[in-house]
């Protein structure tokens, strides 16, 4: 081995192993520093000595990434400081500040006399929010008159000098937001409504944070309505296992309480539904594709079969109060455990109308002539069609057993599933530890920096890949085989010419066209990691790949998609879908936009 | 400032998130640098070559920790650099490290080597998971950061004779868990 190699395999590690080498005298080293001062002090000063000693213990010697802060001003110089303690010690903030201009750093001039302020201590592990008081600390008409310019504010546990600080950005502009409310115009599906709760679905508003107060009034004149009924009303159930399969990019399934006007679905907010829904592309301000909404179509009530007891039991659906057999034609699907019934006629009346109260929630929704369509073939195919009943299935685990490969491979959704005997000379790097659950790959992988920084160069893996993700504790996975045949009938295809560039690591290595990719399962205490073949191709040519591998069919758009006509796809490919939580997610979804317009 | 806040500047790409993450990270960068290039014109290349990788690379990725993904950009192009001036003779401290290492290191050359330098980063990882946290970290930043053993040993508040011996026996482990993952004989 060259030592070349051996400083490329060093260089390789953890980033979590240079992370704590980085981070690990950052505490021994304060504590020192302030074992000096103190000694000093102690010299002139016993007592001081003694009372410091004792401050020493009780504060916190955090890290600086211990703790989360961030700062809101809501007008009339008070500001709401939101403070997390990720650390294991209580934290113990001073009633002492500093606030700075953003843009040259100097100290905004004070009168000297401290803010007020609530209780500043922070218990381990926890998120407190705490109220600053400024007005009697700086001139509050001054800060707000600067408009142009943000302020930071700093915090410390034990005086600026000796103790630690923490920073975070605050602006005092006084927003002016009020929030908007929309008239329903389709309004006919409301009749059946129970007339005491109308009122509340006869306007909406895209703010999620203003639909709280409203509902929560609604929630009283349900259970009034309800307990005045008697009966047995049977909730829905919530089990996510039983899933609708979407089997294409241009479906979304978000689990909520609250529909897309922002009204409650169920009788109150433990209540959760999993409407089957078109994502539309949205712009922002300078007219880029940003991503995309989503319009619930059909709407999905689940009910366990062992809580309903009698035809003339209850359910309660979107203000309607349906005995179980006024809900029989509604019925999608039924099996020993579980009947859904599909309830989009108590959401709307006509589909155009209906999209057209969507846009007029979201400025920023792109929609033509070309999304109509899709959104109207989407609900023609399916309206009425078995199939829409037929794509229930229950998935084959929950977020809480442990995963396996043979678990991934179950769960391929976007193509031929591989066998654990396909992936066994990559399963590589067994071990027990952490605490994450996810997949990842090369220039998608977040949580290790083997990606690469190029941004016109991507890697395209030959044998299979994995399509995103780990964020968080969510499992977010696509998974494809693709083999030589496939890359080489690409090429054809393409008249791409064989490696036309070459691939840079993050590593600052400039590596030839055929690459060795990482991949990671964690999964609690279960890791598997390992690596794969792959070649590098530039940005274009990763997109054309994946069009081709995806797109190559012409029914795809037709039947999978409910588009007329074949359009490229959007401008960035990211398909997050949760087999766990039965959601799923894609954008950019410019696909249906005529490209590069 | 805060990391998150560095990275929304490169967000905005607002040239004040070169400035900000030369304020935070600058002088780590610096000293991995110099730790390998013993170069001060050089180390002041790679750190801007760093800077303008972070700047290319950020956004579409959100780093988290900050200061791991821009050490491991600049040590990597130091890295690149002093292969690329390996006909110089050898002065730095990565020099001796490297050394340390080569000696612990060296495996059979068979068709299989390159498979093993594959597999290397994963058995280190595992290796380095199996040390208490102490060895752990003298460890990656003798070999990682290239910090001498005088370094360490301030920081330490060691002996630097304790760190070399500390650092001895790291690698008698190494040595004999590589054997035993059938890596070296």
Known sequence: MTRQDISLSVGNISPQHIQEAETYFEGRHLSHIRFRKIGLIAAVVSCFLLLSAFAFSIFSTLSGDSLVMNAQYSGDGIVWLEITNQSDKELKLQPIMKLYYYSTQELVESTG??????????????????????????????????????????????????????????????????????????????????????????????????RWPDAFSYMELVEAELSKAGGNIVRPTNDYRLCWDSYNWMVSLFSSSFDAYNKLMGRDDTENFTPISVSVPCLSDDGEFKGGWYIPIFFPYKYAVADIQSPQDYAFVRGNLLTFEQMEPYKIYEDEQYVIYEMHE?????????????????????????????????????????????????????????????TVMELSKLGTALTVEDLSPYLRGHRDAGNRYGVGMSSTIDDDYEFFYSKNMDGTPIGFFLIHIPTGDRLQIGIADVDDTDVAAFVAAHSKPEPRCQCAYTDGFYHGWQL????????????????????????????????????????????HCWSESRHEWGYVLVHKPSYDECWLETEDIAAFIEAHQ | MDDN????????????????????????????????LNDTQDAEECVNDAYLGAWNSIPPHKPNPLSTYICRIVRN??????????????????????????NCLSSPATVESALSARELPRLLDRFLDSLDVH????????????????????????????????LSRTRDKLRKFLSKEGYIL
């Open chain 1, 113 to 210: 006399e401290e803010p007020y302020v609530d209780d500043l201590s922070i218990p381990a592990k926890a998120t407190k929010k705490i109220r600053l008081d400024l007005r009697r600390t700086y001139d509050i008409e001054a800060l707000e008159n600067n408009k142009n310019d943000f302020f930071y504010l700093q915090m410390t546990n034990d005086g600026f000098t000796l103790g630690q600080t923490w920073s975070c950005m605050v602006s005092f502009v006084v927003s002016d937001y009020v929030t908007p409310y929309y008239e329903l115009t389709d309004v006919k599906h409301l009749d059946s409504v129970l007339p005491s709760l109308q009122a509340y679905y006869h306007n909406f508003t895209p703010d999620i944070f203003a």
């Open chain 1, 346 to 406: 108590f959401f709307y009346t006509d589909l155009r109308t209906y999209v057209e109260d969507m846009l007029l929630q979201r400025d920023d929704m792109y929609f033509n002539d070309e999304i109509w369509r899709r959104i109207e073939n989407f609900y023609n195919y399916f309206n009425g069609n078995p199939e829409l009943g037929e794509r229930f299935q229950y998935q084959p685990f929950r977020h809480d057993e442990p995963m396996s490969i043979d």
């Open chain 1, 516 to 559: 060795t990719l990482d991949w990671l399962i964690e999964n609690g205490n279960h890791i598997e990691r390992g690596d794969f073949d792959g070649a590098c191709r530039t940005e274009p040519d990763k997109e054309d790949y994946y069009h081709y591998r995806f797109i190559i069919d012409d029914n795809f758009f037709v039947y």
């Open chain 2, 5 to 36: 806040q560095i990275v929304a500047l490169f967000y905005a790409r607002s040239e004040q998130a070169i400035v900000e993450l030369s304020n935070k990270y600058g002088k780590l960068c610096i000293s991995i640098v110099h730790n390998i």
């Open chain 2, 77 to 102: 192009l130091s890295i690149a650099k002093y292969h690329a001036n390996s006909a110089q003779k050898r002065n730095s401290q990565y020099d001796v490290a490297l050394d340390e290492l080569e």
């Open chain 2, 135 to 166: 060895s752990r970290v003298i460890f990656v930043r003798r070999y990682w950061y290239g910090d001498s053993i005088q370094d360490i040993a301030a920081k330490c508040r060691l002996r630097s004779n304790t760190v070399s011996v500390q």
